[in-house]
C-alpha cells in the first residue's frame, strides 16, 4: 500500500507517516520503481500502535522503547522460565503509565461530580445564586472592606 493509503487505514495524515518514519518509529519502506513507498499490514498494525499509545498518554520515546523491547521479547524463546530484563522493563513502563491513567480518571471523576453538581443547581426551579461564585462571596464576606 502507499503512503496516502496507511495514513487512511491508520487515521493519520501523510506527514504523520513520514515523521514516525524520521523518528525511527516505522522502518523506511521499501520504494516501487517510481519511488513511492510501498507499506504493508505490519506498517498499519505499527501507525495504530503508535496512535493508540499517545491516546494513551504515551511519549513518543516511550513507545520506542516499547516497539523496542516488544521486538526483544517477541524473540526469546518459548516458554519463557523467568522474566528477562526486557520484559520487566515493559512491565514498569506499563505500570508508570498505569498510576497516570489512574490518577487522570480521579480527577475526571471529581470534575464530572462538580458539573453534574452544577448543572442540577442550575435545572433546579429557583436558582438563588449562582453556585460557581459561592465560593466567591464567602471570601468577600470574610475580609471586611474598609471605608474611605
Not at 22 to 29: E, F, S, T
Request: charged share 25%; proline share 5%; glycine share 4%.
Amino acid at each position: 500500500m502507499h503512503i496516502g493509503d496507511l495514513a487512511r487505514g491508520a487515521a493519520v495524515n501523510i506527514q504523520t507517516i513520514r515523521f514516525y518514519e524520521r523518528q525511527g518509529l516505522i522502518p523506511a519502506p521499501l520504494r516501487n520503481e517510481s519511488g513511492y513507498r510501498c507499506y504493508d499490514e505490519h506498517d498499519l498494525e505499527r501507525v495504530i500502535f503508535i496512535k493508540r499509545n499517545q491516546e494513551l498518554g504515551f511519549t513518543l520515546v516511550e513507545i520506542k522503547q516499547l516497539i523496542e523491547l516488544h521486538r526483544v521479547v517477541a524473540a526469546i524463546p518459548k516458554p519463557l522460565r523467568r522474566k528477562p530484563n526486557e520484559l520487566r522493563g515493559i512491565i514498569a513502563i506499563g505500570r508508570e503509565r498505569l498510576d497516570v491513567i489512574n490518577q487522570k480518571i480521579r480527577i475526571l471523576h471529581t470534575m464530572r461530580r462538580q458539573l453534574v453538581s452544577l448543572i442540577q443547581q442550575l435545572e433546579s426551579p429557583v436558582v438563588l445564586t449562582c453556585p460557581v461564585s459561592r465560593t466567591s462571596h464567602k471570601t468577600q464576606r470574610k475580609s471586611p472592606q474598609k471605608s474611605s
